[in-house]
C-alpha cells in the first residue's frame, strides 16, 4: 500500500512510519517543514504540507490509499510544553484540521483517512464522556500532571471527532489509551469502540509502539470505516 502519514516527526507519527515500513508499504511522510529531514531508509519519501490549509492537503493525496494524520500544534516530542500551551490558545485547531482534511478528501474520495485523536472523548460509562465532564476532565488531568486548562484542548479533540461524524468519507478516528507513552511493540492488544480497553488494574495504557501496530492493521484491513476505535492493554 501507499500510506500518507502527517505528523511523521511525532511520538506516533514516527512509529507509524516505522511500522509501515517494516511491513513493506510505501509511504509518503509529511512535516510541515520536510526540508531538514535526514533520512536513509527506502520506500519512504518526506513533503513538507501544512494540514490547515485543504488545498494544500489535496494536492498531495493522489496516490494513497491511506491517509494518517497524526496533527499537533507543535511537536509534542521535541517540546511537550510548547505543544500544551498551542492547545490551550487555539483548542479549535483540532476541529479545523479535520475539515480541512474532509475538504482535502472531496476530490479523492476513496483514499482513507485515520486521525488520531485524544481519549478524552471515550465514553466512561455509556453515554457519560470525560470531555463532557469538568470535575472527570480535572480529575484525569491532575493525575498525569497536566494544567487543568488542558481541558479545553481535550474537548477540541472531541470536536474534532464530530466533525468527522457528520461526514460520508471514508474517515476513521483513533482514540489512544489514556496512558500512551514510548514503550515496547508487543503485537498484543485488546480493541475496543467508544469506551476505553482497562486492564486488570483498570487502567487505561498502550504504547506508542503498539498504537502504532494497531494504526498499520486498520490500514491495512478497515474495520471501523466512518467509526471510532481504542485499544489497551
Not at 32 to 45: G, K, L, M, Q, Y
Not at 186 to 191: E, N
Request: charged share 25%; net charge negative.
Amino acid at each position: 500500500m501507499h500510506i500518507g502519514v502527517i505528523g511523521a516527526t511525532g511520538g506516533i507519527g514516527s512509529r507509524v512510519v516505522t511500522e509501515a515500513l517494516d511491513r513493506g508499504h510505501h509511504v509518503t511522510a509529511f512535516s510541515r517543514d520536510a526540508t531538514r529531514i535526514d533520512e536513509d531508509r527506502r520506500n519512504i519519501v518526506w513533503k513538507s504540507v501544512d494540514v490547515l490549509d485543504s488545498d494544500a492537503v489535496a494536492a498531495v493525496i493522489p496516490g494513497l490509499d491511506v491517509l494518517i494524520s497524526g496533527f499537533q500544534p507543535g511537536n509534542a516530542t521535541k517540546d511537550i510544553a510548547d505543544t500544551v500551551a498551542r492547545s490551550i490558545a487555539d483548542p479549535t485547531v483540532y476541529a479545523t484540521a479535520a475539515r480541512a482534511l474532509l475538504k482535502a478528501l472531496e476530490s479523492h474520495p476513496r483514499t482513507r483517512l485515520i486521525v488520531i485523536g485524544g481519549a478524552g472523548s471515550l465514553e466512561t460509562e455509556p453515554g457519560v464522556v470525560r470531555a463532557d465532564s469538568d470535575e472527570l476532565l480535572h480529575a484525569t488531568l491532575d493525575k498525569i500532571g497536566l494544567p487543568r486548562e488542558y481541558a479545553a484542548a481535550v474537548r477540541g479533540h472531541r470536536d474534532a471527532l464530530n466533525v468527522l461524524r457528520t461526514s460520508n468519507r471514508l474517515w476513521t478516528y483513533f482514540s489512544p489509551a489514556e496512558d500512551i507513552a514510548p514503550g515496547e511493540r508487543t503485537g498484543r492488544f485488546r480493541i475496543g469502540g467508544d469506551q476505553p480497553v482497562l486492564d486488570a488494574e483498570g487502567r487505561s495504557r498502550i504504547s506508542m509502539e503498539d498504537s502504532a501496530v494497531a494504526l498499520v492493521d486498520e490500514a491495512e484491513l478497515p474495520r471501523f470505516v466512518q467509526r471510532r476505535f481504542t485499544i489497551g492493554y
